[in-house]
């Protein structure tokens, strides 16, 4: 990442396929090959720093949240943009896919909240 530190990676070794992202404007794409870390594509932000990245388990869709606090849905293939959320106060710290794909976010404001991606419907606590 060209002396970029990495603060937050995500990987699937069933897809053979990771994310990285630190303190730019970028989320890099990796994929090994033969044994070697490459970037496969570069995912170019208007937000400066990430403090998460994860994949969903079929690799179609990653999130990133940004310390804008702003969550971003990209496109696992192409890395371009599909949603943004746009809910909390401040910094999402983590997020996680469930079993039925909804999106779960936990922020430094103290609230966690469930994001249901293919219902108009959102759930927060």
Not at 23 to 49: A, W
Not at 57 to 76: H, P, T, Y
Request: aromatic share 8%; net charge positive.
């Amino acid at each position: 990442m060209h002396g970029e530190p990495v603060l937050c990676l995500d990987y699937n070794p069933q897809y053979d396929i990771g994310l990285a992202a630190g303190s730019q404007d970028s989320i890099h794409i990796m994929k090994i090959i033969q044994d070697q870390l490459t970037i496969h594509r570069t995912v170019n932000t208007s937000s400066k720093g990430f403090n998460c990245v994860r994949l969903r388990n079929d690799c179609k869709l990653f999130v990133a949240c940004s310390w804008d606090r702003i969550v971003r849905l990209l496109s696992g293939k192409k890395g371009t943009g599909l949603v943004r959320l746009d809910f909390h106060r401040e910094n999402v710290n983590d997020v996680a896919f469930d079993k039925k794909n909804r999106l779960i976010t936990a922020s430094k404001d103290g609230t966690l909240a469930i994001w249901n991606l293919y219902a108009s419907n959102f759930s927060t606590s």
